[in-house]
């Protein structure tokens, strides 16, 4: 089989995805606007090339505002900023503050339920497990006994929830991710150098609307709990371990790993492939860029603040002493 | 559903984990000790907080010391170092040398077994499969053809097994692992480009009492064997290529990847995110901190020598390299 | 049970690969080749040190020649560099221009169908599914709905593939991977600090010849498409980001992350554990060193040249930095 371009196309058709339509009035209302419009249906948000006079398109500068007005979309989301004097007549234009949240938005609202509700017939569920109502369990994801998970959840194809882990409303876990798995906390005898296992019998919350990425692994508390908080976002592969607690609306990019005992606080930002030790804290607002390491013990703090490299340090810092090395 | 503290206790309730009970002087046993004191029920290990009078707590320095004489903790397990000579006539009070590791020696005896022996009936079993007396196969854990597992393991949800892939006893492998994987090498066309797959016919032998992490990945040899030695223990999302001789005792932290046909020697100790090149040897007892770099064909020596950076070198001259560039 | 070195061999039996047998001048043929030798029967490639009268073995310099001369082995493919005058009666040895490949090549040809073909029992296909002749599904599979899948392709166990996925032919997926994962893509709110999906309706299309290590991810497009090229091939553990395209022939090492939107291009090599940003693009042929950082936004150029680092530069200033950093 080729595969090639127009494979694109096909296999969005064979998706078959759940969209809903609306009118044109009413994507106006879940942004707020009262536009005066005329009338029509909206089925999907698209790409500019991909756009149909049914669909929600997006322009962030002046050349994407050009090709969406070239186009056949029948919405196009534009920044305030944007100068559209040309365009003012054309009732296509929506002006908004952040185009691409509106977008979002807009997709959030039209898309229908994407997945089935209800438990699996191939998934494993324990014993004394609570689902919430319009919570969808996908193929062979395993639940362990006690487990518990609110409402409107989405439970990817072959997660693994370990007994006792509690997930609020909400929550997304895409396929593979592992939840509440035994903690990585060994005790040495000083003579033979054998290791045994420290009691890893705490627990995991995850709280309301976080999303958690495929092959992610997260593991419970050894004697208290890991936490998760509200709205956080995580990516592929990422690593938590034991104990950790993650604040509100933290954004965590894919393969970082947090080691045990650590904290990120609310609307922490790590990109991809960071690196935090154990008993560290990442402070409210901080952002770390992709590969940053933290040591163990270490606080980094100031909203707003980046930190680069390994040591991570302030950007300013971390730019001089690179420009310093390559100078001589 | 709101997520929140009362949450964890009901979770651990619901795990229904199947302690064990023991007599303070069974207890007392176990770490060698013969103690002048009361006797009593002892049911669990937890944290000084949760402490009840059935439960060992342990303190490591004086201030935890002090919190667990305020908690009804039945047995406090203490360094000998502290000094406790205001509590001596307290028979909750044991000294040990090691309380941590006490801790966990405690924990270890008290637990039942924690998990079902036998095969769970949505694993799929290969031909010629061996599973020793005492091991607990999970839900959806996936042995191919030929594959050998000892006594007394513990082989967890959605584990990949490849075929021909031997375990010894007591061996732990937590979910969605995969063992004796396809290796990664390749041979590339001179004048085409393209890449044919070396041959991956080898094995992989985990032995007693190792320990493998969540989604790690373990591939078996090409030719020869790929060997994880005995007692090792490896965290989550951690990679060991075909051919790689992993050592006895070692400690390997999380996302650590170790490229092919390389060796780790007993008792070496890597941090997480640590990456080795192809044909290196981290030598016995090398201590590697988190990040670490060490490349292709790299030889790291000395017992409890820690190493830093990347590329990875003594953590003396790591520090001095960081001071200078710093300075300017 | 004790596993020790008989393990091996044992374990290899266990393996029951069906393993084709071949003519001496059949597999001259495979090569190229018109030997005037004796012929007989070859069933397997090995090492020098398991090989036996009917294997094929290869030597890359002087040492593993003399070693093969005073094995069994049937066929010894060296190259045509190493002086082997003394030799040249000897009809067992073959002189090839890379004999590595040779080997792998030879491997390749003599492999039976190492899986079975058809869809296993235990795989879980969505509606709409189109899978190829003589592909084989392993235990534990999903299939979302509208997934295509070429001929003589082997996905393996508890493979995850999200709906609308396409595959080439000739595809082979290790354990565990994910293909076809939610892209991480948010919008947020300014004020509340809470983010929103933006939209990840696009997919994934994977070409011809595309090996995927296990436990690996790769998202589908947001509005468009993830493509992964001809002929490339990808380690464990790997993560490739929405909307990524990656080129023909290209290797990708254990544990490198791609986030979103990057391009790498034909040829490329990446080391393990290299991480990409966003918009970045990895000019054809271009080598990334293991760790090597590429910043968003950045273009690393230039077939053949080796970059290293991070941020990743042309190894030949990232050996000058690091030796000026060494002097002080």
Avoid at 43 to 67: C, G, K, P
Avoid at 188 to 195: I, L, N
Avoid at 261 to 286: C, N, P, R, W, Y
Avoid at 301 to 316: D, M, N
Wanted: charged share 20%; with cysteine.
């Amino acid at each position: 089989m080729a595969v090639d371009a127009p494979a694109l196309e096909d296999a969005a058709a064979g998706r078959g995805r759940d969209l809903l339509m609306a009118k044109r009035s009413e994507v106006a209302d879940w942004l707020g606007l009262s536009l005066p419009t005329r009338d029509g249906e909206i089925t999907a948000v698209s790409s500019i090339a991909a756009a149909t006079e049914h669909s929600v398109v997006f322009a962030m500068d002046a050349a994407a505002l050009a090709d969406a007005l070239g186009s056949k979309a029948g919405v196009i989301l534009a920044g305030k900023s944007l100068k559209i004097d040309h365009v003012e007549e054309d009732s296509r234009v929506w002006t908004v503050e952040d185009p691409r949240y509106a977008f979002a938005l807009v997709a959030k609202h039209l898309k229908g339920k994407e997945f089935e509700v209800g438990v699996h017939p191939s998934a494993i569920v324990g014993k004394g497990v609570e689902i919430g109502e319009r919570t969808g369990i996908g193929p062979g994801v395993v639940l362990g006994d006690g487990v518990r998970i609110g409402r409107d959840c989405h439970i990817l194809a072959r997660v693994t929830i370990y007994a006792g882990t509690v997930l609020g409303d909400r929550v997304v876990v895409q396929a593979g991710a592992v939840l509440g798995s035994t903690g990585f906390g060994y005790a040495r005898h000083a003579e033979s150098g054998e290791y045994v296992l420290f009691p890893q019998q705490g627990t995991l919350c995850v709280e309301d609307d976080v999303e958690i990425g495929a092959n992610s692994t997260i593991d419970r508390g050894a004697l208290g709990e890991t936490r998760i908080g509200r709205g956080t976002k995580i990516d592929n592969l990422v690593h938590i371990g034991h104990n950790c607690v993650i604040g509100k609306n933290v954004i965590i990019a894919a393969q970082t790993g947090i080691s045990g005992s650590s904290v990120v606080e609310d609307g922490a930002i790590l990109g991809g492939q960071v690196g935090i030790g154990e008993h560290a804290t990442v402070g409210a607002g901080v952002i770390l860029g992709g590969g940053a390491g933290v040591l163990s013990g270490k606080k980094m703090r100031g909203p707003g603040q980046v930190f680069w490299g390994r040591p991570a340090r302030p950007l300013k810092e971390y730019l001089r002493d690179l420009a310093r090395l390559r100078k001589g």
